[in-house]
């Protein structure tokens, strides 16, 4: 079964209400106000999904600040998991920055979401501060041992919305601070993984450290998945488009062309996703 680990949908009236949204919320703003960005509905990932033999996504909105904002999104996810429960997994997002965030990830786990994610700060980076603030939070996710995915991105080359100031030790501290979390990093973990070579620590910093493939045509050569299960394992790898940016066919063309066994693949595209999932 192909799962995609990283998918965004956005309720009708924020999808009507987006010149409003964009005065909102910077970090909103600094990826939507852009009109090629789309903002996808439950539905119109159902038939990306049917056209992509994918059978399962793992969903969730924005991490908005204020919680009117957060919340509604919230309750848009928790709608579409109830009512396409065989193909969409929920998970709850909100600011790091946000007040309530560990009220409202315990609110939407408690009604049948399945995780914490994707957070992200898109002004200041993964900060100490930040991490601090998500104690709470982590601490919930490892009681009920949910994932909880992290926004990641690497710390050089080309600029593009939605990429944030973090730094490598930024993304290591988070990981550090929170051991017997089940942690995904989005967007290939900021190259971090790569790291996983080094003889002392960080191998085991990463034990509990999964790294989604999200945006990963516009980053990466194909190269990326083999070289990454060799560093830190293909078990470790799981399939997510970020949805609507990037069609999964794109993704399945690249695997293919990086030379992955059978078994490689099939972990990547759903085995792995499942069995984070299960727990």
């Known amino acids: 079964m192909i799962t995609d680990f990283h998918t965004h949908l956005f309720p009708p009236l924020f999808r009507e209400k987006r010149d ?33 033999g994918v059978q399962r996504s793992v969903v969730f909105g924005f991490p908005w600040e204020k919680a009117d904002l957060y919340a509604r999104h919230n309750d848009y996810i928790l709608e579409s998991i109830h009512q396409y429960p065989d193909r969409l997994t929920g998970f709850c997002a909100f600011s790091p920055l946000a007040t309530g965030g560990a009220r409202e990830a315990e609110r939407c786990l408690d009604q049948g979401l399945s995780g914490v994610g994707e957070l992200a700060v898109y002004g200041s980076g993964l900060t100490w501060e930040v991490v601090c603030t998500l ?28 990429k944030t100031p973090n730094t490598l030790k930024e993304i290591y501290d988070f990981v550090r601070a929170y051991p ?51 560093i830190v ?44 999932l299960e727990g």
């Not at 852009?34 to 056209?51: H, K, N, V």
């Not at 609507?244 to 099939?266: C, D, H, T, V």
């Open 20 to 52: 409003h949204l964009v005065h909102e919320d910077p970090a909103f703003r600094s990826i939507y106000s852009f009109p090629e960005a789309r903002l996808a509905s439950a539905e119109d990932l159902l038939r990306s999904m049917d056209d992509n």
């Open 135 to 162: 104690k709470d939070v982590m601490d919930l996710c490892a009681h009920l041992n949910v994932p909880f995915l992290l926004h990641t991105n690497e710390p050089v080359g080309h600029a593009y919305p939605g």
């Open 180 to 230: 017997d979390n089940r942690i995904v990093l989005a967007h290939w973990g900021g190259g971090l993984l790569f790291y996983g070579l080094m003889k002392k620590e960080v191998r085991e910093a990463l034990k509990n450290v999964w790294f989604d493939t999200a945006a990963s045509p516009f980053l990466y050569t194909p190269d990326i998945y083999r070289i990454a299960g060799e």
């Open 233 to 276: 394992g293909s078990e470790k790898i799981l399939f997510g488009s970020d949805y609507p940016l990037i069609r999964p066919e794109r993704y399945f063309k690249e695997m293919s062309s990086a030379g992955l066994s059978l078994e490689q693949m099939n972990q990547i595209k759903g085995l792995n996703a499942a069995r984070l």
